[in-house]
């Protein structure tokens, strides 16, 4: 036994000694080649060390031999070691590196270890090593042979066993291999079918494609899939689905083919009555297309397959659009809904239905028709939908029409005519009952104050009476006159900028003593900063009705809250009340001339029913509006009034008010505002022209005309003016597209100019109208001079500014 402890002296105790790190040094080289494999290191040693035993073994027994040749044994290791190689998948050229780097590792070893190997010895380490790579690799080439030989027989047996028909034929048009389930179908032993061409059995009707294909397949062209007729031996034909590809090296052609005569005779059956089918549904559709009417066909779910030509022809759809549920795109939107759930309802209870609808037309327009369905159903009683008829009704549904619109027109009118009656003999009997009341009281007390006999207290108490009803009946003979001037169109507006808030002041102190005389609390909340242009006396009118409103309704005890703010570009004035409230079915009608709540003769408030609507229009001539709101009876009642912030400055009121002249007479000098202004009138009316160019001249401004929005374009650009005057209402080209091209034009040539409109349209959509189509303020017709003078002066920026400290 070798020494522990020194270097081995020879090869044989080499791999005693250093064994282990041998082993190391192996699978450090050998691991990389199994990655694949993914072995443990258990699978990787494996037969190494018995291997490696054999190998010292060896070794020491050629020491004793002349030549130093060991005889080669069998190794049990190397045959263990291959056919464990075998299981795990690894093959001979993986086998034949492990062995090679087994002998690297060797010598390797020995050289670092300074082991002297001798050429004889060298010779015995290859020849061992050689040997067991030998005997490993003897179950690699066992397995292969048994491999191919399971394959083969697992071919031939699919070959033979298989459904399909498989053959081998030649290039030169014989069989060479046909399966049993070939022979089978076609009846012909393989003698037989190999001693004759195959064209023979063919169909003379396909012989032609046969060769065709035959011809294809000779150029290397694969059938996926060809079918003909084969001959069987009872003389019968058998359709076959072919699938070929050629070898053309070996001149052979591999094929699959599959009986399909079934299949084909199923076909034409079904052809057959397609075609019978095909031609009762011809003579139906023939037979429909001409009858008067139009008719339709569903199936079990209601879905529409068939519609004659009549509906076609009447509705403009196509099959396309029609059918399923596409009919339904014809009908009138408002007997859609109506349609279909009598439709969809009758379909589910398969019962009969009847309804009229409006269909649309192919030209748009929609025609009455009437709609009969009826269920049908197979000789077994089985439900196979519906057939039906659509008849045009238009003609007598027209006639129905009209008389019921005539009938409704003449109840109409007679209800207009009722109602018209009911409200001027109303309006009569209030208007008489509210003038003769004062009246009553005039005429009596002037009688007692005649004799002369009343005492002093009640001769002051006789002419406060006369005094208050003599100014209540000239306030509904005022009344009276705003709503002619409204329905006449004379109604005027004094125009300049006014403060709200002093309107307010003097309408509350016009209405607190009959507030305080029934302990009614008036309270008001107001912003000192509203200003709009306006009319101050007209405004005030607008207030002073909310506020003694207001009180006339509210009980004694309650109270009314007044409150003016800015909400953005607006000023709102708001009226909220604690008294009776107003119905709902009388809101829509509270702003309603001659129209009251209580308009009998138990009424428990006197008026004429005017004063609302004579607000909402002296609001909306000053451009704004007036809404009311109640939650009902009992409940209170607010009034809101919204107006336009004033587009002109606000004067200081330390300084004295601009020198107008006299009403009757023009002053010896212009106003400072207007001298020197350049004003464009455009105005298709001469007298009208007229009438603003002597207003304008007089007031110190330098005036030109212009009878039509394209002349106005014309002088706009030549004269540069620093105010546009312009009439809304003009032949050709209005007001409206007259500043539109305006604005239109860069402000060199006058697109800026500010503008004003003149117009006879004063409600409060025309003025948002106005200011929305580019002019800067709006003035009603007929024009009131001052206030048109006070906007141009505005627009022209002439008012002089305030002083300075």
């Known amino acids: 036994m070798p020494t522990r402890g020194r270097s081995p002296a020879s090869l044989a105790e080499l791999l005693d000694t250093d064994r282990e790190a041998l082993l190391e040094d192996w699978c450090a080289r050998a691991s990389p080649l199994f990655v694949s494999l993914r072995l443990t290191h258990e699978q990787l040693v494996d037969a190494l060390p018995a291997l490696l035993d054999e190998l010292h073994a060896a070794l020491v027994d050629a020491k004793e031999g002349a030549d130093g040749l060991a005889p080669l044994q069998h190794s049990e290791a190397a045959g263990a070691h291959g056919r464990q190689r075998l299981r795990l998948g690894a093959d001979v050229a993986l086998l034949t590196r492990e062995y090679g780097l087994l002998r690297d590792c060797i010598l390797a070893r020995a050289e670092r270890a300074g082991v002297d ?92 494609s046969t060769r065709e294909e035959m011809h294809k397949l000779s150029h290397g062209i694969p059938t996926l899939r060809f079918q003909n007729r084969f001959r069987t031996r009872d003389g019968s034909y058998r359709w076959l689905a072919w699938a070929s590809r050629p070898v053309l090296e070996l001149g052979l052609l591999y094929s699959a083919a599959r009986d399909i005569t079934e299949q084909k005779t199923v076909a034409w059956e079904r052809e057959q009555l397609l075609e019978a089918v095909r031609d009762s549904e011809a003579r139906f559709r023939n037979m429909a297309d001409h009858a008067p009417v139009m008719l339709w066909v569903t199936d079990v779910q209601g879905s529409t397959t068939y519609l004659n030509r009549g509906w076609y022809a009447l509705t403009g759809q196509t099959e396309a659009t029609g059918l399923g549920f596409g009919w339904l795109d014809a009908i009138h939107p408002d007997d859609l809904e109506r349609t279909q759930r009598t439709f969809t309802e009758s379909n589910a209870a398969r019962r009969p239905f009847r309804l009229d609808y409006r269909l649309r037309g192919a030209d748009g327009a929609y025609r009455w028709a009437v709609d009969t369905g009826s269920p049908r159903y197979d000789a077994e009683g089985h ?33 207009e005519a009722e109602e018209a009656n009911q409200l001027k003999d109303e309006f009569l009997a209030t208007i008489s009952h509210e003038l003769r009341t004062p009246l009553t009281a005039i005429l009596g007390w002037v009688q007692l104050l005649r004799t002369g006999t009343l005492p002093a207290p009640r001769r002051e108490r006789a002419l406060e009476t006369i005094e208050r009803n003599a100014r209540s009946q000239g306030q509904l003979i005022e009344d009276l006159l705003d709503v002619s001037r409204i329905v006449s169109g004379k109604l005027k507006l004094d ?49 002073w009705n909310l506020l003694s409103n207001a009180v006339k309704f509210t009980p004694r005890g309650g109270y009314v809250r007044l409150v003016v703010c800015r909400r953005d570009s607006l000023v709102e004035l708001t009226v909220e009340d604690t008294g009776q409230g107003i119905s709902e079915a009388f ?219």
């Open 117 to 208: 190997v001798p050429l004889p010895r060298l010779r015995v380490l290859d020849a061992c090593i050689d040997n067991a790579l030998a005997q490993a690799v003897i179950p690699f080439a066992s397995g292969s042979a048994e491999r191919r030989h399971a394959e083969a027989e697992d071919r031939e047996r699919f070959f033979q066993l298989s459904p399909d028909m498989f053959c081998v034929a030649g290039l030169d048009g014989y069989f060479k291999r046909v399966n049993t389930h070939f022979v089978n179908v076609l009846g012909w032993s393989e003698e037989e079918l190999y001693q004759r061409p195959f064209m023979d059995l063919v169909h003379p009707d396909d012989q032609a």
């Open 383 to 415: 439900f196979l939908g519906y057939i039906g008829s659509v008849i045009d009704i238009s003609d007598r549904k027209q006639a129905e029409v009209e008389r019921e619109a005539l009938l409704a027109r003449e109840s109409a009118a007679r209800q």
């Open 495 to 543: 125009v300049a900028p006014v403060d709200l808030s002093a309107v307010v002041q003097q309408a509350l102190e016009s209405v607190r003593p009959a507030a305080d005389a029934r302990h009614i609390g008036v309270r008001a909340t107001v912003d000192t900063s509203s200003s709009v242009m306006g009319d101050s006396h007209r405004l005030q009118q607008v207030v």
């Open 587 to 805: 809101l829509p009608h509270v702003f309603e001339r001659f129209r009251q709540a209580d308009s009998g003769s138990t009424r428990k408030t006197g008026g004429l029913g005017l004063g609302l609507s004579i607000v909402r229009h002296i609001v909306e001539m000053h451009g704004g509006t007036v809404t009311a709101a109640s939650e009902g009876e009992g409940r209170g009642a607010t009034f809101t009034v919204r107006l336009p912030l004033s587009v002109t400055q606000r004067r200081d009121p330390a300084m004295p008010p601009s020198p107008k002249p006299p009403v009757a007479e023009r002053g010896p000098s212009p106003p400072p505002e207007l001298g020197g202004v350049r004003v464009l009138v455009v105005d298709d009316e001469e007298d009208a022209r007229e009438l603003l160019r002597t207003l304008l001249e007089d007031n110190g401004a330098h005036v030109v005309t212009a009878g039509s929005a394209m002349e106005g374009l014309q002088v706009l650009q030549a004269e540069q003016p620093d105010v546009l005057v312009s009439d809304i209402g003009m032949p050709g080209t209005d007001g409206y597209g007259f500043i539109e091209r305006v604005r239109a034009l860069p402000a060199e040539e006058g697109g800026h100019t500010p503008a004003v409109a003149i117009t006879a349209y004063a409600r409060s959509e025309d003025r948002t109208r106005v200011l929305r189509a580019g002019f800067q303020s709006h003035v009603p017709k007929p024009v009131e001079p001052g206030e048109l003078l006070a906007v141009i002066a505005s627009l022209a920026k002439r008012y002089p500014a305030p002083p300075t400290a």
